[in-house]
């Protein structure tokens, strides 16, 4: 299969094409050299862009990969810190439940010791009286003491004039 192209060496002015053409032909490909080349040109700056482009490609996702390690962690850490959080938070609750608990306690304490007070404030109201009553039966009884004195006395003479009249009828 072998192909043989035929070419001419060189123009025959006679030959039928005018030089004229030929110049035209051979500025025709000099144009579309010079736009192959322009081409080629452009080509090789996309390329080049291209190259760029996947470089930066390439750093962006690096940084998108960085930044989305980098929310993970803040997310884990906000986890941890709300977890924390709540933790304390309940741990508080529990706290302020026992300390409202005790404090109702001792309030309640407080109003029984109250209540106990007043009863014995009463009793110390009406202690005054109680303190007159046993004045008046002490003195009461300071007067029976002197009128039973006073009765034994008569009794022990009555007694003696009652022996000494057994005497003086015995006798």
Known sequence: MDKTVKMRAYTDPGSGQPASKQKEIDLELAARDAQL??????????????????????????????????????????RQVTSSSANDLARKDAQLE?????????????????????????????????????????KELAELKAKLQDVSGV???IISIAEAARLVGKS
């Open 155 to 157: 009794l022990s003479k």
């Open 37 to 78: 080349a322009d081409e080629r040109n452009k080509t090789l700056e996309q390329l080049k862009t291209i190259v760029q482009l996947r470089e930066a490609l390439k750093k962006e996702q690096a940084r998108t990969a960085e930044v989305s390690q980098r929310v993970n962690e803040l997310e884990s850490g906000l």
């Open 98 to 138: 026992a300390e409202m608990k005790r404090a109702v306690d001792a309030e309640n304490q407080c109003k029984a010791l109250q209540a106990q007070l007043q009863q014995e404030q009463a009793k110390l109201a009406s202690m005054p009286d109680h303190t007159r009553m046993l004045e008046a039966k002490d």
